[in-house]
């Protein structure tokens, strides 16, 4: 019997997969995100954008921003509605099961509200992939569409138990696409999905914008697809996808270490404001006055020793704080 889905492992899945698990599990950094909260924000908004823009809605970064911050926006109304969709459902990512079909019907159906008429439910109709008048993809009949879906999850569900789910989600993706089993939005939903399968396994996956990373190579990514489609197998798209993920866990990294930096030298710029209004002020009060534990107001403060910037005279009790010019 033929292997479903038709896909096989290589030594780069390998080197990757371990490359991104390695990253997460031992640098830490993305521990950051619970300190900040408005990067998890603007990257969730990063990954709205690119997955809408794929899709060639026309809206801006900065208007898709002002969208979801409840702000007017001139545009489609097509396009405006679509991201108040995408925000409504990557915020269900906390309570999605993604290893369920009637959960992906119900998340379909908020990011398809008021924008197609058979937004939840599979087609009824053939699908096809046209670029300009050349037909380049002919989706499955849709009488075949539950019963392929319907493997597609039972596969799933077997392989969560001995596959890596990084490997679980871009075969999924491939799968997903090449299935085609909604009339509108299979490209939204397969990179969601993908990102509600990994959130599963490890919550950073949350905020990590795949999406952005996938409109940066959009082009690699829809040659990809329809090279699988013609050879009968996944492997290259899973290589593309998780060289992807790789890329935007680096991106990631980089953003939150300039953040953490940015933020240190906020801090510092604090304490120096409260010596100059009080040179007698205790590390103890700073801490409790900027909302900071006293380690961090310790680390801050030898950083600023460090650099010439501070120096303690007197006593530890009876001493007080200098700024040197």
């Known amino acids: 019997m033929e292997k479903y889905p038709p896909y096989t492992i290589t030594n780069k899945m390998l080197n990757y997969v371990s490359n991104i698990m390695k990253k997460i599990g031992e640098a830490n950094y993305f521990e950051k995100l619970n300190r900040f909260p408005e990067l998890r924000r603007k990257t969730r908004i990063r990954s709205i954008h690119s997955s809408l823009a794929i899709e060639n809605n026309q809206l801006s970064l900065f208007?898709?921003?002002?969208?979801?911050?409840?702000?007017?926006?001139?545009?489609?109304?097509?396009?405006?509605?679509?991201?108040?969709?995408?925000?409504?459902?990557?915020?269900?990512?906390?309570?999605?099961?993604?290893?369920?079909?009637?959960?992906?019907k119900k998340i379909h159906g908020i990011m398809t509200f008021l924008v197609q008429e058979d937004s939840g439910r599979f087609r009824n109709h053939g699908e096809a992939v046209y670029d300009g008048n050349k037909m380049i993809f002919m989706a499955p009949p849709e009488n075949m569409v539950p019963s392929l879906m319907e493997r597609l999850f039972n596969w799933m569900n077997e392989a969560k138990e001995n596959v890596n789910p990084l490997i679980i989600s871009c075969v999924f993706h491939y799968e997903f696409v090449f299935i085609h089993p909604f009339t509108d939005g299979n490209g939204r939903m397969a990179r969601l999905w993908q990102t509600a399968i990994l959130s599963n396994w490890e919550n950073v996956f949350k905020y990590i914008p795949i999406e952005s990373i996938i409109k940066k190579h959009q082009e690699e990514y829809y040659t990809v697809i329809d090279k699988c489609n013609k050879v009968g197998n996944s492997n290259e798209f899973i290589e593309f996808m998780l060289k992807v993920i790789e890329e935007t866990v680096d991106d990631m990294i980089n953003l939150q270490e300039t953040t953490q930096e940015t933020t240190q030298e906020t801090t510092q710029e604090k304490i120096i404001k409260l010596i100059k209004e009080n040179p007698n002020i205790t590390q103890a009060e700073m801490s409790t006055i900027l909302n900071i534990t006293r380690d961090g107001i310790s680390y801050n403060i030898k950083v600023l020793k460090d650099e010439g910037k501070i120096r303690r005279v007197g006593a530890t009790k009876k001493g007080y704080w200098e700024i040197l010019k």
């Open 63 to 104: 208007q898709v921003e002002d969208i979801i911050n409840g702000k007017m926006v001139i545009g489609e109304q097509k396009d405006i509605q679509e991201v108040k969709n995408a925000y409504k459902a990557y915020e269900e990512l906390d309570n999605i099961n993604p290893y369920s079909i009637e959960e992906l």
